[in-house]
Structures are given as C-alpha cells and as structure tokens.
C-alpha cells in the first residue's frame, strides 16, 4: 500500500477519535434527556453517567447547591439548571450593572453546544426579556434535533473513507472540514435573527442590530464578550486533519496511477 494512503488513514482516524469523544458521544447519548427531565421523566442511566462524566470542571450556575455539582440526580432533585453535556463550541457573556463583578467578573456567562446550552442560560433570557429579546431556546432548534443524526453520519462518512480507498469518499471528507465555516455562519445567522427579531415586550425599546460574532462589543447597556471555545478549537483540529487526509488520499491515488 502506497505510504500516503496509509497517512490519510491515520490522519481521517485521529479526526475521527475527537469527533467522536468530544461530540459524537455526549450527543447521541444524551439526547432527548433534557425533555425527559421536562416532562418529569426518568433519565436513562447511561444518559447520567455520560453527563456526569462531561461535566467535570465545566461552569456550574451560581445558583446550583454545592452539593449537587456535577451529579445529574442531585441536579434534578434540586431543580437545577441543567445543560447539555457535549463539549461548548462558543462563549458569551454579558456584563450586567445588576449583577455584581464578584460573583460574574466576566458577566453572566453561556456556552452554545451543538445540542443545546449551558451555564446561566435563565439569568440571559431574562436580560434578553429586558431588551426584547427571544429565549435562548428560539435559536438553532432546527440544529440541535439533528445534531444526533449529523453526528452519526460524519462519524460513517470518516469510517468509509479508512475502509475504502475510494476517491468518491474524499469529497465526502471536505464536511468535516468545513465544520468551523459552517458552525460559525449558523452561529452568526442566529444572532442576526435575535437581534432582527426585537419585542415590544422588553423594558425599552431598541433598533434592530447585529450582535458580535466574535470579541467585546454592547447590547444597551450591557457589554457583550463572544470567543470560542474548547469545542471550537477541536472543530479546527478535525478540519486541519480531515484536510491532511483528503490531500494524502489524492496524492496516494494520484501516484499509484501513474
């Protein structure tokens, strides 16, 4: 076998493996736990470890009881604010006059996962209610119900592509690379909407705008903060690698032609 087919093997493997630990796993395996704990329904036990597991060392809400942190039974017993459990791709924060610089030196804090939200996400949709704002929960539905699906099909498109040293499946392979572009535009349509898509029933009213993708910037009178985060950058990883292995794919069937 030519050495190039090999590295586009190991290069599709290791974009494989973050995939998969980082989202793929969380994802699939806790999907649809959150609406069960809606409905006062019981949460599989695989769907507990998994959060409990990817939840270590993340933000926990000011608000949940020391006690609790970090164990989704305790969680659900204490009516705590409970997020997604995959790794945050995006962090935003909003500094707020009303909520003191001890407790939230960089504002009140979110983080957008490609199946749902965590951290203060009640404190933001009430200061997004105070602008005139949607609930975080308005933005990229469509997204986080087939964020299993879209996942799983990734995960088969790399899996083919080590089987098969077929060209057909390198062009497959340019999804996974432009998983940066695409979250970052899906990303920025959503915060277009919110910001297009103003009420009357905030405390004031203000024009539509274009919040900040990316760095500081002021919604009112709150400052915004908006930078990746650990998700993001592993999104970068698997496109660099799915990359590598496209263009070792190329040049493996490209020399074994002639």
């Known amino acids: 076998m030519h050495t190039s087919f090999k590295k586009s093997k190991v290069f599709a493997f290791l974009a494989l493996f973050i995939l998969t630990i980082s989202f793929t796993i969380p994802v699939v395996f806790f999907h649809g736990a959150l609406n069960n704990i809606h409905n006062n329904k019981e949460v599989s036990a695989i769907s507990t470890t998994i959060w409990n597991l990817y939840s270590l060392n993340k933000y926990v809400s000011t608000n949940t009881p020391k006690e609790a942190s970090n164990d989704l039974t305790k969680m659900i017993e204490s009516a705590s604010e409970i997020g997604a459990a995959s790794l945050p791709i995006w962090s935003v924060s909003l500094e707020a006059p ?5 407790a939230f030196p960089m504002g009140i804090p979110v983080y957008f996962h490609f199946d749902g939200f965590t951290g203060e996400v009640h404190e933001m ?17 469509f997204e986080r119900e087939i964020a299993p699906y879209a996942l799983l099909s990734l995960c088969l498109i790399m899996i ?8 057909i499946f390198s062009y497959f392979m340019f999804i996974p690379v432009s998983l940066p572009f695409l979250f970052i535009a899906d990303y920025a349509y959503w915060l277009y909407w919110f910001g297009h898509n103003l009420h ?23 400052i915004t903060h908006s930078y990746p985060g650990i998700g993001f950058y592993l999104l970068v990883a698997i496109s660099l690698l799915s990359l ?7 040049k493996a069937i490209k020399e074994s032609s002639l």
């Open 244 to 250: 590598l292995a496209i263009l070792s794919r190329n």
């Open 160 to 167: 083919l592509f080590i089987a098969y040293n077929k060209k």
């Open 125 to 141: 949709n009430t200061i997004n209610h105070y602008i005139g704002m949607d609930p975080m929960w308005r933005g990229g539905q």
């Open 98 to 102: 009303n909520y003191p610089k001890e």
């Open 200 to 222: 009357d029933w905030g405390a004031f009213n203000i024009k539509p705008f274009m919040p900040t993708v990316f760095g500081d910037g002021k919604v009112a009178q709150f």
